[in-house]
Nanobody
C-alpha cells in the first residue's frame, strides 16, 4: 500500500493558476500509474488527468486539455497537477490516486490507493 497526501489547493481567481502536489509514502510511486480526480458538490467524482508509471503517457479530460498538466517525479515520489487558466467550474475537491500498474486506468474503480483530497475554489 502507498499513502498519498495532496497539497497545494486553495482559493484563486478565475484565470489564475495552482499547482497541486501528491506526496507518496510507504512505497515508491515508481510502481504505480497515477491519476488526479475531482469531485464538485452534488457531482460524481471524475478523472481529470492520469499518467503512466514511467511518465511517458498521459491522459486529460476534455474539460482540462490545454490548461492542466500532470507530471511525476518518481525519485521524489511526488505527482503534480499544474492548473492554468482556472475557471469557476474547476472548483472541486481534488484527489490523487494510485494504481499498481504500468499504464493508467480511466475507471476510478481500478485505483486502490487514494489521498484525502485538497479543496480548489475558483472565484469570479
Amino acid at each position: 500500500q502507498v499513502q498519498l497526501i495532496e497539497s497545494g489547493g486553495g482559493l484563486v481567481q478565475a484565470g489564475g493558476s495552482l499547482r497541486l502536489s501528491c506526496a507518496a509514502s510507504g512505497r515508491t510511486i515508481s510502481s504505480y500509474a497515477m491519476g488526479w480526480f475531482r469531485q464538485a458538490p452534488g457531482k460524481e467524482r471524475s478523472l481529470v488527468a492520469a499518467i503512466t508509471r514511467s511518465g511517458g503517457g498521459t491522459y486529460y479530460a476534455d474539460s482540462v486539455k490545454g490548461r492542466f498538466t500532470i507530471a511525476r517525479d518518481n525519485a521524489q515520489s511526488t505527482v503534480y497537477l499544474r492548473m492554468n487558466s482556472l475557471k469557476p467550474e474547476d472548483t472541486a475537491v481534488y484527489y490523487c490516486a494510485a494504481a499498481f500498474t504500468a499504464s493508467y486506468y480511466l475507471d476510478q474503480r481500478k485505483y486502490d490507493n487514494w489521498g484525502q483530497g485538497t479543496q480548489v475554489t475558483v472565484s469570479l
